[in-house]
């Protein structure tokens, strides 16, 4: 039975065969068991069905990735992926000594494994509410609750429709309709 991965490994380019088999050994060395799988046209490798990690060829490079990297002790992984060097955690890995020492890989792995579980924190982004808005709703209870439990879209709509206008008589006219709508409950 063919093994995708094995298959990935054996059409990436020469350069690139040894530096993918070399990961893969590392990721493979651990004592459980980890699924290999081509996800998005490049190796996965999965553990309790979350990916660990993943590598990918290109016509002059490799890149591996931690897809928890935000979460890992190491900042320098995600200082790496976000220079755009390369897709990945490590840079654009051209021969095996690119690569950073087996034992710093395993270490990595094996912070990727007790990551399991264990969710990025997405954090909610805020919304400005232009100061006459917010003085109307500080004052009114019942429409600050009603905007807080709107969707952000739906806020952002009452905001839009406050802050393009001009002038300042103009913007309070429209905040004080936008509590009445507020209030309401329309949009």
């Known amino acids: 039975m063919s093994n995708p ?8 380019p020469s350069f690139a065969q040894p530096i993918l088999s070399h990961f893969q050994g590392l990721v493979n060395s651990f004592d459980i068991q980890i699924e290999e799988e081509i996800k998005w046209g490049f190796p996965h490798f999965i553990y309790k069905k979350e990916v660990i ?4 060829a290109f016509s002059k490079h490799c890149s591996f990735s931690f897809p928890k990297a935000a979460l ?4 320098s992984l995600l200082e790496k992926a976000k220079t755009e060097e390369a897709m990945g955690h490590f840079g654009k ?3 095996i000594k690119d690569l950073p020492s087996d034992s710093k890989i395993k270490s990595y792995l094996k912070e990727s494994f007790s990551l399991i ?3 990025l924190e997405k954090k909610k982004p805020t919304t400005n509410i232009p100061a006459i808005l917010n003085t109307l709703l500080k004052n009114n209870k019942k429409a600050f609750e009603n905007f807080s439990l709107m969707p952000r879209s739906h806020q952002k709509v009452f905001i839009n429709y406050i802050t393009e206008a001009k002038k ?8 004080e309709k ?10």
């Open 5 to 12: 991965v094995q298959d990935y490994i054996n059409n990436a």
């Open 53 to 56: 990690c993943s590598m990918a």
């Open 72 to 75: 890992m002790k190491e900042k």
């Open 93 to 95: 890995i051209k021969t």
């Open 117 to 119: 579980g264990k969710k």
């Open 168 to 175: 300042e008589e103009t913007q309070m006219r429209r905040a």
């Open 178 to 187: 936008v509590i009445e709508m507020i209030l309401n409950k329309s949009i």
